[in-house]
């Protein structure tokens, strides 16, 4: 059975938009799942051959196959470069936190400084902070570069 919001988005949305999506959405998006799947890529080849051949290579171009910066490569729009503060702290931050996670596990249970006990959960918890941060970061810089 078809969505009925998501037939009604793919009877609308352009070519381009059609595209982008198929070729940008995570695994498992239900868009491309059982009956929605099969309507979406039938609507996809009716409306490529309606744009042509020229339309769907420009389009294609357009779109790219990077999610975050498309074709758009090193334009004075946004570039990654303008990140790489924040994605430097963020990959240091994600390497301490790993590490620690992969010393304890090797430790298991210990005991702190303070006669405290240790337990693997400690470490993962940090980590679970810096992943949060990686995808903050990755949702900020995908914002500014649609």
């Given at each position: 059975?078809?969505?009925?919001?998501?037939?009604?988005?793919?009877?609308?949305?352009?070519?381009?938009?059609?595209?982008?999506?198929?070729?940008?959405a995570?695994?498992?998006?239900?868009?491309?799942?059982?009956?929605?799947?099969k309507?979406?890529?039938?609507?996809?080849?009716?409306?490529?051959?309606?744009?042509?051949?020229?339309?769907?290579?420009?389009?294609?171009?357009?779109?790219?196959?990077?999610p975050?910066?498309?074709?758009?490569?090193?334009?004075?729009?946004?570039?990654?470069?303008?990140?790489?503060?924040?994605?430097?702290?963020v990959?240091?931050?994600?390497?301490?936190?790993?590490?620690?996670?992969?010393?304890?596990?090797?430790?298991?249970?210990?005991?702190?400084?303070?006669?405290?006990?240790?337990?693997?959960?400690?470490?993962?918890?940090?980590?679970?902070?810096?992943?949060?941060?990686?995808?903050?970061?990755?949702?900020?810089?995908?914002?500014?570069?649609?």
């Amino acid at each position: 059975m078809i969505d009925e919001a998501a037939k009604r988005w793919i009877d609308s949305a352009n070519y381009e938009s059609l595209l982008s999506r198929w070729r940008h959405a995570p695994c498992g998006d239900p868009m491309f799942q059982g009956d929605t799947g099969k309507y979406y890529a039938e609507a996809m080849k009716k409306k490529r051959n309606e744009v042509g051949h020229d339309e769907h290579v420009r389009a294609s171009k357009s779109i790219g196959w990077d999610p975050v910066m498309g074709n758009r490569g090193n334009s004075e729009e946004v570039t990654l470069a303008q990140f790489a503060p924040q994605i430097y702290e963020v990959f240091q931050q994600f390497g301490d936190k790993a590490t620690d996670v992969f010393e304890q596990m090797e430790r298991g249970s210990w005991t702190d400084d303070t006669g405290h006990e240790v337990h693997l959960n400690k470490a993962m918890m940090e980590l679970k902070g810096v992943v949060i941060a990686a995808i903050e970061l990755r949702e900020q810089i995908i914002r500014k570069t649609q």
